[in-house]
């Protein structure tokens, strides 16, 4: 039925060897340069790593829009929060006094702080969008400590690819890459609008990232972990959404 | 019904490109390869984006104007849809499953294939003069009695001449010009825009539409023209007769080449 001449068979067979091989090639680079994500498995996998991969290689350093103070949301919507736990409860009745956030993993010297270790430490703030990936969206300025500040205190070591940073709230823990780590409108945030952070949105003390959707911006921070590889954390997706089926990363 | 320079046109003067319809179907197929391939690629994306787009408005069927909006603000307007999240107020005495993971997922996967499936389609489209010879207007169709016939036969439920098997009207001309640079481009964009690390990068992408919040309204106005473009067309292939002209978009045969030859 198909008339198939030589030529054309051996071009086709060409252009599939140099399309296969060019595939290869761009998986082999894109490992190397760090532009596939831990979730890259599975059928969603293609789109995942494509994006991921595209908004290293176009957003690595961009900044997330900042807003006038004049357009700060009046009702910033804190979303529903799980119940809160009575270790969570204890250290609310102290005023947060013992909160600690634990820094370990590949650092030259792992460390913990307290809310008012954090809050010496040099004071930043932007006024940004915090998206949520249902589709709704509020402006709040957000004060913190950036979390680049607090890795350098304890020393990454060179090899370091991921910060793991994990809540108090039972089995929700995130991850994020050294580029969006070491980004300067990453915080380790305490302060919202002026105030400390209510416990609505996080307080005391939440991961909050501009550039990537609501729900990685976890709230009740206690530990973060430096590491090369994130095999050994959960089922080694990157993070509990992962599992839950959401995408490890949210930039889009 | 005195229109200016269309008075001494009947209204067949737009249809007859093709003087031996026998020769033609030898030489070259109503579609070319690469359209009929990226046809079916994007009629896949298409659906996949269209059912998962429904599931992540599910989660927040409420749309703003601006910048920001949320349950605690005052929306555009509302869908009258059950939700998927409980704080979304719909008046629904129960709340949907959560469907975001998968949707989410998919929707950005079928996107990547329809955007890099559609750059494919639209560079070939200009290498091979396609939208010149096949989709752009020619003077005599765009006078408006063509164009009013051609929208008013379909009403009717009137089947095209055998001629229309073999090239497009002024008004499918345009059509499918307006779907596919601008149409597509905006969806594109404005589903771009509600990214926030592209907008990080084109802040521009989002101010020129208006806000992130209006970006999304935008986005979705625009799939809703796109589902109703999907109607028109759907209903134009089934009164040129269903299996002949899908059998044209597979096989690139038109269904027509035995009445001709």
């Given at each position: 039925?198909?008339?198939?001449s030589?030529r054309k068979?051996i071009?086709?067979?060409l252009a ?9 090639a761009a998986?082999r680079l ?10 890259h498995g599975g059928i969603?996998g ?16 961009s900044?997330?829009r ?6 700060i ?5 804190p979303?529903e929060l799980a ?11 102290g005023?947060?006094?013992?909160w600690r ?11 913990s702080f307290?809310?008012?270790?954090l809050k010496n430490?040099?004071?930043?703030s932007?006024?940004?969008e915090?998206?949520?990936e ?6 709040a300025?957000?004060i ?5 500040h607090?890795?350098h ?10 910060v793991?940073?994990?809540?108090m709230e039972p089995?929700t ?5 050294m580029?969006?780590?070491?980004h300067?409108q990453?915080f380790?945030?305490y302060g919202?609008?002026?105030s400390e ?5 996080g307080?005391p003390?939440?991961m909050?990232?501009p550039?990537?959707i609501?729900?990685?911006n976890v709230k ?5 972990t ?7 954390f959960?089922k ?11 995408a490890?990363?949210?930039?889009i | 019904?005195?229109i200016p ?5 009947p209204a067949?003067t ?5 003087v031996?319809?026998a020769a ?6 109503r ?8 046809h079916?690629?994007?009629t896949?994306?298409f659906?996949a ?6 599931e ?5 069927p ?16 509302q869908?009258?849809?059950?939700s998927?999240r409980?704080?979304v107020?719909t ?9 975001n ?5 998919l ?11 559609g750059?494919?389609?639209v ?5 091979t003069r396609?939208?010149r010879?096949?989709?752009?207007p020619s ?17 009717r ?5 055998a001629?229309?098997?073999?090239s497009y009207?002024?008004?499918q001309r345009?059509?499918?010009?307006f779907?596919i ?5 905006l ?10 690390a ?6 521009w ?7 992130r919040?209006s970006a999304r309204?935008i ?7 796109l ?6 067309h ?9 299996w002949?002209?899908t059998?044209?978009m ?6 027509t ?5």
């Open positions: 039925m198909i008339n198939l030589r068979l071009v086709s067979g599939a060897t140099a399309g296969a091989s060019g595939l290869a998986a894109a490992l190397k340069y760090g532009l596939v994500p831990p979730d969603y293609l789109g995942e790593t494509l994006t991921y991969a595209s908004h290293r290689l176009l957003t690595r350093h900044l997330a900042e807003f006038p103070r004049n357009r949301s009046s009702r910033p919507f979303n119940p809160l736990t009575e270790d969570f409860k204890r250290l609310q009745a005023g947060f006094a013992d956030l634990s820094l370990d993993g590949m650092v030259h010297q792992p460390a307290s809310i008012a270790d430490c040099p004071s930043r932007h006024i940004t915090l998206a949520c249902e589709g709704w969206s509020y402006i300025e957000w913190g400590v950036p979390l680049s607090v890795l205190l304890v020393g990454v070591q060179p090899q370091a690819r991921y793991v940073y994990v809540s089995d823990w995130d991850s994020i890459d580029a969006d780590a070491l300067p990453t380790l945030c919202m609008n002026g952070l209510p416990v609505a949105h307080g003390l939440r909050r990232l550039r990537q609501g729900y990685k009740f921070i206690t530990r973060l430096v590491t090369d590889s994130l095999k050994g959960g080694g997706l990157g993070s509990a959404a992962c599992e839950a089926g959401y490890w990363y949210t930039g | 019904m005195a320079g269309s008075a001494q046109l067949e737009s249809i007859p490109r093709v031996s319809t033609v179907t030898k030489l070259a197929p579609h070319s390869a690469l359209v009929r391939v990226t079916w690629i994007t896949l994306c659906f984006l269209l059912v998962t787009g429904i992540i408005v599910i989660s927040h409420r749309f703003y104007w601006g910048e920001t909006g949320t349950v605690l603000t005052t929306p555009l307007f869908l009258p849809i059950p998927s409980r704080l107020p008046g629904y005495g129960y709340v949907l499953p959560d469907q993971g998968w949707s989410r997922a929707h950005f996967e079928a996107a990547w294939i329809a955007v890099l499936t750059l494919l389609y560079i070939s489209g200009l290498l396609h939208f010879k096949d989709l752009v003077k005599a169709d765009l006078s408006w009695r063509v164009l009013l016939t051609s929208f008013a036969k379909p009403l439920f009137e089947r095209p001449s001629a229309e098997a073999f009207n002024g008004l345009l059509t499918y010009l779907v640079f601008v149409l597509f481009p969806v594109i964009w404005s589903g771009l825009a509600m990214s926030l592209f907008a990080s990068a084109f802040p992408s989002v101010t020129l539409l208006g806000g919040q309204t986005h979705f106005f625009v799939s809703l023209a589902v109703l473009f999907l109607f028109a759907v209903l134009m292939v089934c009164l040129a007769g269903f002949s002209r059998g044209a597979i096989t690139g045969r038109t269904g080449r035995k009445e001709h030859t």
